[in-house]
């Protein structure tokens, strides 16, 4: 059933005793002056980083954070994300002043079984995104087998995701594994009745993914941001709302697309407005769609919320991917909320796209009632819209 996750190796098909494991990971995770606020992405590779240890490996891990545009910015060292890492596996993690050359390489060869060395941020050079084959060889040039489980970074064609993979006996970690079989389960043969959720600021972000979903689903539900562009296409006025003035024609098409295949789409019948995206900003119910002049729609309102909940209920399968409001303000959360609720309460196979939508899965204490929260906002969009992910075709073409 998972057809794409079978075509190449897991860590479990490698043998790792005494070998340095150089193992990409997405260590990328929200830092500000050198304080990390979440670390969900360096607890998600956990399980390979274990096992790894468990079989006498020794532990070369690689990632980039943030964007330092190939130079060195000091705030976006790997320091801080190394002291994390020991804190939660337990072992005392190095870390390294760069992440390739000479002395690197002396560093990496002098590991024993079970110790780990965190190489600096890969961005720091411009080679890495621009998947130099020097570069890459470099990178290589440190271990004896790679594992990537960067699933965050698999979108990207990039020296450790993509052209590293030449050089060594390549496999995929547990993250990147349990990541493509969820995803692989609400692409191919989900159990019906099947939604699909959809919010966030813009339809053009959406589009493909729609596109390669509608002949699978039963219904679609529709809020957040890009909601609106389906009401002025339709003629209803939504005061200062965000619009995407050139998709309405396509919007129009995909409301027919829905009608012609028996697609259930719901838009919202109400919404919750305000006259400024602030907190502190006094906010209103609609009656009906569409939203008065002078405001905006900031949520979806309270019958919207029901009607949405109770479709959800009979659900077998539901993929999630934007939220449906602005739920980073409060005041504005309640239908990002129930709708996490109500994707949580429904028994349903239940799969949540990366990014904001995570984060509101995160902020609401419903991550562990999902099936799966990805880890990768863009991979998982991606992956969902049908494309094949560099970091995976990679490892499907690697040595070995
Ligand atoms: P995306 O990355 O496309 O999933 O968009 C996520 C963003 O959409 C979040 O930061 C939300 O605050 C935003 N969003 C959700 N609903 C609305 C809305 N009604 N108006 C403007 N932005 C929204």
New binding site residues.
Partial sequence: MFVKTVAFKTIRDLDLAGKRVLVRVDFNVPIKKGRISDTTRIQAALPTLRYALEKGGKLILMSHLGRPDGKVVEELRMGPVGEALSQLIGRPVRTAGDCVGPEVEQQAAGLKPGEILLLENLRFHPEEEENDPVFSKNLARLGDLYVNDAFGAAHRAHASTAGIAQHLPAAAGFLLQKELEALDRVLHNPERPYWLIL????VS??IQLIDNLIDKVDGILI??????TFFVAQGIGVGN??VEKDRLELALGLIAKTKQRGVDLKLPMD?RIAQK?EPSAPTRVTEKPGVPEGW????IGPKTIEAFTQALQGARTILW?????????DS?SNG?RAIAQAVAQSGAVSVV?G???AAAVVKFGLVHRMTHVSTG?GASLEYLEGKTLPGVTALMKGRG
């Fill in positions: 919010g966030g600021a813009k972000d959406k809020g957040g941001g890009m909601q609106y709302s965000p919404h995206i905006e729609g900031v949520d991917n934007g939220p449906v409001g602005i739920f980073e303000i504005f990002t796209g990014g904001d939508t906002g």
